[in-house]
């Protein structure tokens, strides 16, 4: 089974930046595993944020985030990092990390899910 393992979370001011990173754990990132960051606010669904492509070439991003959340990986170091800048309150959540064969633009078929990193954006 595979494994995730969240990090980077916290409590940060309207404007700032948090990177947040999605570690491998018990296997080795390879070019066929795409991987998927997903947030959950309270109350609300699951909803994907953004995927990269498992050789890094292909990103998506939703649409909320775009032009201020950046995906990046680094196979070698078995993690995939969000580098999330501009920070609104609206983006507190629980943010986790998925595997799929592939990155869609609908974030679709991803899973194995970490226990995720909780990020609070507030004044």
């Known amino acids: 089974q595979l494994h995730l393992v969240e990090s980077g979370g916290g409590l940060v001011q309207p404007g700032g930046s948090l990177r947040l990173s999605c570690t491998a754990s018990g296997f080795t990132l390879m070019d066929y595993h795409a991987i998927g960051w997903f947030r959950q606010a309270p109350g609300k669904e699951r909803e994907g944020v953004s995927c990269?492509?498992?050789?890094?070439?292909?990103?998506n991003y939703a649409d909320s985030v775009k032009g201020r959340f950046t995906i990046s990986r680094d196979n070698a170091k078995n993690t995939v990092t969000l580098q999330m800048n501009s920070l609104k309150p609206e983006d507190t959540a629980v943010y986790y990390c998925?595997?799929?064969?592939?990155?869609?633009?609908?974030?679709?078929?991803?899973?194995?899910w970490g226990k995720g990193t909780l990020v609070t954006v507030s004044s």
């Open positions: 990269i492509s498992g050789s890094g070439g292909s990103t």
């Open positions: 998925g595997i799929g064969p592939y990155c869609y633009s609908d974030f679709a078929g991803m899973d194995s």
